[in-house]
């Protein structure tokens, strides 16, 4: 054991250029060569501060020339040894740190609520995997998952637990960084400036829509209205992510779940530029609750695609004599056999101006409408949007 109690043939495993990645994406800079090292330099706390990368694998004493520099880091960042020489062994991975706090001692937690956190854990990968390949507001995603994001969950893996109430470990592998990235001594390492893979991007969206879905939670509870979730979708928030949340945290879906607050973190692969400032999220039992019951709100609002209305106009309004218009239709739904379906709904419909006053003359004749676009639920009362097409009967 060496003397910042990480074994030897440990250290010895650690890469000079994973390490290298590390202190560039915290700061660090190199600022020269010294014999079989590399010198590293920043200012801390107003100061300036060197440490020294031992650069040959093959030299006698690398294992604790690297022990040196872990001391150096774990004093600077205020964190054990242990802790900068695990950061430093993930250096290909972002690793998603999600700690649950069940009612049972510390370092255990109850079967079932470990099977739905697991299950949970995964179900967040696969969101945040959809809304980075579909790269646009979904509230709900669609039940047939797109191929690119099935094969990222099936790259993903847990690592081991580690202390605390109950602390899972995601591990998301990112390709290997080439030969030709990253050169010591360079003021903007080329490698600063590749690409970033596909594994990064669903991690960045998923811390994203974790912090947003967190923040609507809140906000939602306190105004009683699920909106901010809705406005959260652009950031990656839908039914999926929430529903995965609130697994995290003991909610099944069922009536009377016992439920536990939980938070999540992120570590960084230093290989690529980490998003600043990515603090952990904390989720009370309250927003667990909260998380639910705005993914049940998203579902209820992701629009029927296609549907056929048939009823007749109540209502029609319009800014001017001319121009496009606002028409309330109590309808119920066509199936494609030309049944009527349902019950009647009052349907709020922005309508062109040739369409409006159709409208208008079909409400003057006592005449029915057809309908055909997206319905969508609006508290009360529904909308149809995106028209496709429009009949008077």
């Known amino acids: 054991m060496t003397a910042v109690g990480v074994p030897e043939h440990e250290l010895a495993r650690l890469r000079p250029r994973d390490v290298e990645r590390y202190l560039y994406q915290r700061g660090w800079r190199p600022g020269g060569r010294v014999r079989y090292s590399a010198r590293w330099e920043r ?13 040959d694998r093959e030299l006698a004493d690398y294992a604790d020339r690297m022990a040196d520099l872990i001391g150096a880091l774990a004093e600077l960042e205020g964190r054990p040894p242990a802790a900068v020489h695990q950061d430093l062994t993930l250096s290909g991975l972002d690793v998603q740190y999600i700690r649950t706090m069940p009612r049972t001692p510390s370092g255990t937690i109850p079967v079932q609520a470990a099977v739905l956190a697991v299950t949970s854990a995964r179900d967040l990968l696969m969101a945040a995997a959809c809304d980075t390949v579909l790269d646009g507001p979904c ?9 690119r994001a099935k094969d990222f969950v099936d790259s993903a893996r847990f690592g081991p637990s580690a202390p605390g109430s109950y602390v899972f470990q995601v591990q998301v592998p990112l390709p290997e960084a080439t030969a030709s990235q990253g050169h010591l001594f360079e003021d903007e390492p080329e490698w600063d400036m590749a690409p970033e893979p596909f594994a990064r991007k669903v991690s960045r969206r998923m811390y994203g829509a974790v912090a947003a879905a967190r923040w609507a939670a809140g906000l939602a509870d306190s105004r009683d ?11 990656g928030i839908s039914a999926d992510l929430c529903e995965a949340l609130a697994g995290m945290g003991g909610h099944d879906g069922r009536d009377s779940p016992t439920l536990h607050g939980f938070s999540l973190s992120f570590a960084w692969s230093p290989a690529w530029p980490a998003p600043a400032d990515t603090h952990p999220v904390s989720f009370s039992p309250r927003d667990v609750q909260i998380l639910r019951e705005g993914a049940q709100d998203l579902r209820r609002q992701e629009p029927e695609r296609g549907v056929t209305i048939v009823g007749r106009t109540t209502k029609l309004k319009r800014a001017a004599d001319i121009g496009p218009g606002d028409v309330t239709v109590v309808a119920r739904l066509m199936r494609e056999n030309g049944d009527l379906v349902g019950q009647e709904r009052q349907i709020h419909i922005h309508l062109t101006e040739a369409a409006y006053d159709r409208a208008t003359d079909a409400h003057r004749d006592r005449r029915d409408l057809r309908i055909e676009g997206d319905l969508t639920r609006r508290g009360n009362y529904h909308e149809l949007t995106r028209i496709t097409g429009f009949d008077v009967l």
């Not at 200012?43 to 650069?55: A, F, I, K, N, T």
């Open 225 to 235: 209205d699920s909106a901010p979730f809705v406005a959260g979708a652009r950031v």
């Open 43 to 55: 200012e801390w706390d107003g100061r300036p501060r060197r440490v020294l990368l031992p650069l």
């Open 139 to 147: 509230l709900v995603h669609p039940r047939r998952k797109p191929q």
